[in-house]
Each structure stands twice: as structure tokens, then as C-alpha cells.
């Protein structure tokens, strides 16, 4: 009973809407402006680096217990259904009637970090080199996601990890398509520090 108490505990976890809390603090309601989105990305933009880095903090540990609890209880492949419960969670949020919410990269991060650091460790790197050159946060998530892929599938992780590492990328290549449009047409709003 406990072990499916888990997977339901991972993806109300992953629902915790950091940014919408963090922009209640601030009196800005973080669905009304910028992105619309509620994740890192819009508080970094909307609330400042402090709050910004915080809900990244907040989002990644989401993915990060979620994932944690699951894999002691079930193994690989319940690390891999706790992480992506949070993932969906996050992005499909219950507590605003599962609309598309956030995009799942922090908390994506949070998860990877669980089951893989060491790649983990590599697509941060590449995530923040590329937002330092570009200032495009959709980019760098976006090939951050790909050297995770890549590093996974020439890795001898479980097939579990890399089915997760997939699909997690999956879910964030969909989460962006209205973000590759914008930078096809040069109107993606690039990043303030």
C-alpha cells in the first residue's frame, strides 16, 4: 500500500506550484504575465534572480524527493514513474484544473539528478553555457535536454534510466514548440541578468 501511496505522493509533489507562491509573495500573479508559465524560467524573468533561482531550488527538489522515494520502494523502474509523475504534475497542474502549467525542466533536472548525477552534472553545463552565449532559456533547455539523451544512450545505465531521460526530453522538445516558433521567427524574449 505504501508503494502506491508513493507514486500518487510523487505527483502531488510535483503539482507544489513554487513560482505561483513565490509571485504571491511578491503580489504578481505569475499566470497573467510574461510566459504565463509557472516555473523558473517566468519568476526569473517576473520576480528577479533571487526568486527565479528559488523556484528552480523548489522545482528540482520536487523531481528530486519524488524520484528518491520511488526508487527505494519500487527500484529503477519506480524511480522512473515517481520522476515522471512529478514531471506531470508540474506541467499539468490539478490545482489549476491540469492545464498545461509549467514546462518540467527544473524538475526534469531534479529527477536526472536522482538516477544519473553524473549526467546530470554535464547537461547543467551545457544548459548554462548556452543560456550564457545566447540568453535563450528555451535553447539551452532544449540542448541541455539533447546531451542528456545522448549521454544516457552511450552509458551503460539501466534501460530505465534512459527510457526515462527519453521520455523526460520528449515531454520537454512538446512543452517548447511555441518557443521554437518564436525563435525561427526572432521574437523568443531572451533572458535579463
Request: aromatic share 14%.
Amino acid at each position: 500500500m505504501l508503494k502506491y501511496f508513493a507514486l500518487l505522493f510523487a505527483y502531488f509533489l510535483g503539482a507544489i506550484p513554487f513560482a505561483y507562491l513565490a509571485g504571491r509573495i511578491k503580489h504578481v500573479d505569475i499566470r497573467s504575465q510574461g510566459s504565463g508559465n509557472i516555473g523558473s524560467t517566468n519568476a526569473f524573468r517576473l520576480l528577479g534572480a533571487k526568486y527565479g533561482l528559488a523556484v528552480f531550488a523548489g522545482d528540482a527538489l520536487k523531481g528530486i524527493l519524488a524520484t528518491a522515494l520511488c526508487l527505494s520502494l519500487w527500484g529503477p523502474w519506480g524511480g522512473l514513474g515517481g520522476g515522471i509523475l512529478a514531471i506531470i504534475g508540474h506541467g499539468w497542474n490539478p490545482f489549476f484544473k491540469f492545464k498545461p502549467t509549467g514546462k518540467g525542466v527544473a524538475t526534469g533536472f531534479g529527477v536526472i539528478t536522482v538516477l544519473v548525477p553524473w549526467i546530470s552534472l554535464i547537461a547543467i553545463v551545457v544548459f548554462a553555457i548556452v543560456l550564457l552565449l545566447t540568453r535563450y532559456v528555451s535553447l539551452a533547455s532544449t540542448l541541455g535536454a539533447v546531451t542528456a539523451v545522448l549521454m544516457t544512450l552511450f552509458s551503460s545505465v539501466p534501460l530505465a534510466y534512459k527510457a526515462f531521460v527519453f521520455v523526460a526530453a520528449m515531454m520537454i522538445f512538446a512543452r517548447h514548440r511555441t518557443n521554437y516558433q518564436r525563435l525561427l521567427k526572432g521574437i523568443e524574449p531572451k533572458l535579463n541578468y
